[in-house]
């Protein structure tokens, strides 16, 4: 009984590994919000974020995982590039451009398409079996359909206003465009009445949803670096490194004003410290950690999750107010989480080792072990028995 409960316990750990993560990130969208209303550059903000990350996880990666790392090779060394590039500065600053030339709704429902994206690429690198006749691999599709398409409901369907507890009556991104506007008038007016352009939102569009294939395709590529160099710290650590550079030349080709680098004790400060050392630093690990135990589907059906953590800390933090959509697809969303774990769980049941032992297939034909036993033989009777040389010679 002992054994079956550590094992349930264990089987728990990327499950909650993932929700902390998709916490964690929802946040990051809330700080994201604030810095712009503060009026920091995005690209900047990208780059200080993978520059803190690497900075908290490269000594905890030597003092961690000194003794038992093995030696680096060059083929680690580019996967942790190419990762780097998809998942870092290329999905981050694809997304941004994207959102600046739609609107943030639009941009934070294209992100629900990773799940879509990461299924069939999964399925493609042959690191997920389809298994479509099956009832988990049917639970797999219909759980990934359902997720992204309550995440969609939850972003453009409104619906009437749903009042879960009192108004808190706090609006932190009000009152940083408010101190924004006094000092600075022209960015607070841009920021404040910048509009999407309709001629802009293919392209847009395009944009994001490139940004969702180059975060699938991370998810992908990660999996195989942990089973390549199976060391978390490390691995991550050096895709922040190659992060921080890429992003950092990227941002400064286009920005390369003084005063968006300078940091202050403000919330520029915080939102790069919590986005670097939190998200992209110790969140990084857990979500390597969760792709190597469970597979890149696993971790990718949790990001519409990330949708309703956003809402209630918009609703309670930002005095965004909570609809009925938000609700409906909440809904959807938990109802199709579990419906792929389900299918999930069901197939990796199926594949252990001990459910081969304990269940026999219904058709298998019984049979007879016949078990033959070997007798030592009869002894020889008198007249068979060898006569002694003595006797021999006598007659």
Not at 115 to 127: G, K, S
Not at 254 to 282: C, E, H, I, K, N
Not at 346 to 351: G, H, L, N, T, W
Request: aromatic share 10%.
């Amino acid at each position: 009984m002992g054994g079956a409960g550590w094992g349930v316990m264990e089987g728990m750990k990327p499950v909650a590994g993932m929700v902390v993560v998709q916490f964690v990130f929802a946040g990051v969208n809330i700080f994201y919000k604030l810095a712009v209303c503060d009026g920091m550059d995005m690209r900047v903000l990208i780059a200080y974020r993978y520059l803190f990350a690497s900075v908290v996880l490269a000594p905890l990666a030597y003092f961690v995982e000194r003794k038992k790392r093995t030696k680096l090779t060059w083929r680690v060394v580019l996967l942790s590039f190419v990762c780097g590039l998809c998942g870092g500065s290329l999905a981050q600053n694809l997304y941004i451009s994207g959102m600046k030339l739609t609107s943030a709704t639009f941009a934070s429902a294209m992100t629900n398409l990773i799940p879509a994206i990461t299924f069939v690429l999964a399925v493609l690198f042959r690191y997920e079996g389809l298994a479509i006749r099956t009832v988990p691999g049917q639970a797999k599709v219909a759980g990934t359909l359902l997720g992204v398409g309550g995440a969609m409901l939850l972003t453009f369907y409104k619906g009437a206003q749903v009042t879960l507890w009192p108004p808190t009556h706090v609006n932190l991104a009000a009152q940083l465009a408010a101190r924004h506007h006094s000092s600075h008038p022209s960015a607070a007016a841009t920021i404040a009445t910048s509009e999407p352009s309709s001629s802009n939102r293919a392209m847009g569009s395009l944009l994001c949803t490139g940004s969702c294939f180059f975060y699938a395709l991370w998810l992908i590529l990660q999996a195989r670096l942990s089973r390549e160099y199976p060391f978390h710290y490390s691995t991550t650590a050096l895709m922040c490194l190659m992060s921080t550079l890429q992003s950092a030349l990227f941002a400064l080709c286009f920005d390369r004003d003084p005063a968006q680098w300078r940091l202050a004790f403000d919330v520029r400060l915080l939102a790069v410290v919590y986005t670097g050392v939190l998200a992209s630093g110790v969140m990084l690990v857990v979500l390597s950690s969760c792709v190597k135990r469970r597979g890149p589907l696993f971790a990718s059906v949790f990001n519409p999750m990330m949708l309703v953590v956003v809402a209630v800390l918009s609703s309670l933090l930002l005095g965004e107010e909570l609809h009925l959509g938000s609700v409906l697809g909440a809904v959807l969303i938990v109802v199709g989480l579990y419906a792929v774990l389900w299918g999930k769980g069901r197939e990796a049941a199926a594949a252990s080792p001990e459910h081969g032992k304990a269940a026999a297939p219904a058709h298998e034909v019984p049979h007879i072990d016949i078990v033959v036993h070997r007798h030592p033989p009869p002894p020889p009777s008198p007249q068979q028995q060898p006569q002694s040389p003595a006797s021999a010679a006598a007659r």
